[in-house]
């Protein structure tokens, strides 16, 4: 199993980027997907998560400009982040989350993402 993050770069503020994470091996259909972030010297938080129904949850920070979505004939899970800001600067991180019929977590091997002021 393997997921490839991929999208991350260097931007300005108020800039806009779009990350893939394209899964092999799994069929991201069938779970939950999400994306989280880690910034230098802090905890992983959770960015995003689109559930199987489609349902998407987002954290505070992100309301509003950053959209989860998936495209179940690539296998792939997207995040469109728009209005960047400097504080959204870390390493992005896409996620399987467990389903009933599989326990296993797995994690992509992150995207850099840089938001210049």
């Given at each position: 199993?393997?997921?490839?993050?991929?999208?991350?770069?260097?931007?300005?503020?108020?800039?806009?980027?779009?990350?893939?994470?394209?899964?092999?091996?799994?069929?991201?259909?069938?779970?939950?997907m999400?994306?989280?972030?880690?910034?230098?010297?802090?905890?992983?938080?959770?960015?995003?998560?689109?559930?199987?129904?489609?349902?998407?949850?987002?954290?505070?920070?992100?309301?509003?400009?950053?959209?989860?979505?998936?495209?179940?004939?690539k296998?792939?899970?997207?995040?469109?982040?728009?209005?960047?800001?400097?504080?959204?600067?870390?390493?992005?991180?896409?996620?399987?989350?467990?389903?009933?019929?599989a326990?296993?977590?797995?994690?992509?091997?992150?995207?850099?993402?840089?938001?210049?002021?």
């Open positions: 199993v393997q997921l490839q993050a991929s999208g991350g770069g260097l931007v300005q503020a108020g800039g806009s980027l779009r990350l893939s994470c394209v899964g092999s091996g799994i069929i991201t259909s069938s779970r939950s999400a994306w989280y972030r880690q910034a230098r010297g802090k905890e992983r938080e959770l960015v995003a998560r689109i559930f199987t129904t489609g349902t998407t949850d987002y954290a505070d920070s992100v309301k509003g400009r950053f959209t989860i979505s998936r495209d179940n004939a296998n792939t899970v997207y995040l469109q982040m728009d209005n960047l800001k400097p504080d959204d600067t870390a390493v992005y991180y896409c996620r399987a989350d467990s389903s009933p019929r326990a296993t977590i797995y994690w992509g091997q992150g995207t850099q993402v840089t938001v210049s002021s």
